[in-house]
């Protein structure tokens, strides 16, 4: 079975790092696949997320692929944080280093994809009028591609141009001399308004929640600081894969924010705010994200911070978190977002009080207040996790559509397979740390275990492999246990489906840590697949 005939062993969704990755390790295990792409090249995320600003806010040096040695000591990140763009070149780097182009089929969305029972196989339609069938069927469609426009009335009206971070125009956008309005603020936001405040005559930020971001104390890599990471990499890889969150970050501390005496913790959060990363702050404690009062101690640090930065009381007052705890909705990291709302050309409007009624011709307007606006930015997030999944037409055994299996939420083995849908497999899908982690590495331990595993059903010759319905109850019942000995489901977030109207409320990844994951699922493998029938 070849790429190139209308059966092939594999099918791929996705052309981001995830789908990248798969193909190329498919390749070398000897199967033969075809990626679909919606987008017109690789990249995923990274092609589709051009706004000024946007950047990664997992360190560069880790933030990349670990399955080759050569490749990630020729690559050279020049900052902390790498840009979109440099992350793009990246990819196409990638793209070009393993000649992934050849078997990925650009500017094609795959509409449907239905197990056939008779031939064991999955039959594939695009909506470029393709149809294929392979054995196996694999989803590298990403948590956070499919963009999301509020469902506020009126923006067909809109004479202006409009634009959705998700959604950039690739030949970008300049705003000199207009009024702009942002709607959202969380990392797209945070990261986007500041330049767009630097640009435009006049910025207006409609805010919902205030979040919780940290200074990314961003700056250019130094030669000396790259060739000690290089030189260390086998070790910094190992340390992010055996860590909670993907990062080389050592051991947890167990130490306890509610038993620290306050002088002692407030030296522990400034060192944490001085590190410039995700996790400077939440490591710092064990307790501060399980219990409400440890929280508020690091909640309470932040607003202060916010507070001596924003110069009028007021803006500070709305801009500092008070409705969710610290890191139940995902923290940001930030180059001179608060300090932007010192700027006398940017206004900030609270649309949780006053709420937005409708775009309008020439704006946008609240309950209370009409806006003249030249252009509009919504950075309102995505249907993150299932949206990309739900989006296809998936149907499993007799029939049945992965939309009405998951109408209550989702439900997995291990966030990688679903009971009633062999052969398909979801790379970070909802049940597993994904999202919570630094996604390269949940990549490409989703990737490496996926590949083993189509490689043991081959061995054994077996045409499917499938989730028991009994493993993935057990396996949801312990992903739901985790996730409620913690505070994260208690807010708003997207991590719960709440930003998206009608989406049921579950809490979607697995929390229990990517070291801890890494071992269930060795574990799985190790017992020949345990939780999954073979036939
Ligand atoms: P994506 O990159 O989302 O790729 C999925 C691809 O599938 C897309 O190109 C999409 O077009 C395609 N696709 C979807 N449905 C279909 C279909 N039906 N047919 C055909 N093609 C389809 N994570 C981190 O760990 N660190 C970061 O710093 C970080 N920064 C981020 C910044 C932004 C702005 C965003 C939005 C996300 C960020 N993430 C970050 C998460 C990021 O999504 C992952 O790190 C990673 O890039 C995901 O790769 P992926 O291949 O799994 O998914
Ligand atoms: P997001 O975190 O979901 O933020 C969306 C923002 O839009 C929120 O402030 C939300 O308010 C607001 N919003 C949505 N609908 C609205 C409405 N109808 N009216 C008013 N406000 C509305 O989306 P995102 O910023 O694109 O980020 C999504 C995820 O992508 C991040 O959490 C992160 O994982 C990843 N990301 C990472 C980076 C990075 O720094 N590397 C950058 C961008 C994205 P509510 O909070 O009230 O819902």
Not at 333 to 340: E, H, I, M, N, P
Not at 497 to 519: C, E, H, L, T
Request: with cysteine; proline share 5%.
């Amino acid at each position: 079975m070849h790429a190139g005939s209308d059966r092939l062993d594999s099918v791929i969704v996705g052309a981001g790092f995830s789908g990248m990755y798969m193909l190329h390790r498919l390749r070398q295990a000897g199967f033969a696949a075809r990626v679909y792409e919606a987008g017109s090249d690789v990249g995923g995320t990274w092609f589709w997320n051009r706004y000024p600003g946007a950047r990664c806010d997992i360190e560069s040096m880790d933030y990349s692929y670990s399955f080759d040695p050569e490749l990630e000591q020729e690559w050279e990140w020049t900052e902390r944080y790498a840009t979109q763009p440099e992350i793009l070149r990246y990819a196409n780097h990638v793209a070009d280093r393993y000649d992934l182009r050849r078997d990925v089929q650009f500017d094609t969305r795959v509409e449907t994809a239905w197990w056939d029972d008779g031939q064991a196989c999955w039959i594939v339609t695009t909506d470029a009028g393709d149809q294929l069938t392979a054995q196996f069927c694999i989803m590298a469609v990403g948590c956070l591609s499919t963009a999301k426009t509020p469902e506020v009335p009126g923006l067909d009206r809109f004479e202006g141009p409009w634009y959705h971070t998700g959604r950039w125009p690739h030949e970008g956008v300049d705003f000199t001399g207009q009024r702009v309005g942002v709607i959202g603020t969380g990392s797209s936001g945070i990261q986007s308004i500041p330049l767009i405040a630097e640009q435009a005559e006049h910025l207006t930020v409609f805010q919902r929640t205030p979040n919780f971001s940290m200074p990314a104390r961003n700056a250019p890599l130094t030669p000396d600081f790259v060739e000690q990471c290089k030189a260390d990499y086998p070790e910094r890889r190992e340390l992010a894969r055996r860590s909670r969150v993907g990062v080389p970050l050592g051991v947890p501390t167990e130490e306890l924010a509610t038993q620290a005496d306050a002088d002692e913790r407030e030296q522990r959060f400034c060192a944490g705010w001085e590190k410039g990363t995700l996790f400077g702050l939440s490591a710092t404690y064990a307790d501060l994200l399980i219990d409400k009062a440890a929280n508020e101690t690091v909640a309470e640090f932040v607003r202060q911070r916010i507070r001596e930065i924003v110069h009028d009381p007021e803006t500070a007052e709305m801009l500092a978190p008070k409705d969710h705890p610290f890191g139940t909705k995902r923290p940001c990291l930030d180059t001179g977002y608060f300090s932007t709302f010192n700027r006398d050309n940017v206004a900030l409007v609270n649309v949780r009080k006053d709420p937005i009624a409708e775009i309008t011709a020439h704006g946008l307007r609240t309950a209370d207040t009409e806006y003249d606006l030249d252009a509009l930015v919504f950075a309102t997030g995505f249907d993150a996790m299932t949206g990309p999944l739900l989006g296809i037409d998936i149907r499993g055994r007799n029939g049945v559509a992965l939309r009405e299996r998951w109408a209550e939420g989702p439900r997995s083995y291990l966030g990688v397979s679903v009971a009633g849908f062999p052969n398909l497999f979801t790379i970070t899908g909802p049940g597993s740390p994904s999202v919570l982690s630094n996604m390269m590495v949940s990549i490409e331990q989703h990737v490496d275990w996926i590949v083993d595993c189509v490689t043991f059903a081959r061995d054994r010759r077996s045409t499917t492999i499938e989730a028991t319905a009994e493993a993935q109850d057990v396996w949801v019942d312990h992903v739901n246990e985790v996730a409620a000995f913690t505070l994260l489901p208690t807010a708003n977030s997207w991590y719960m489906g709440a930003n998206v109207p009608g989406k049921p409320r579950v809490f979607m990844p697995y929390i229990g840590g990517v070291d801890v994951y890494r071992q269930i699922c060795d574990d799985v493998a190790a017992k020949d697949y345990e939780g999954f029938t073979l036939a």
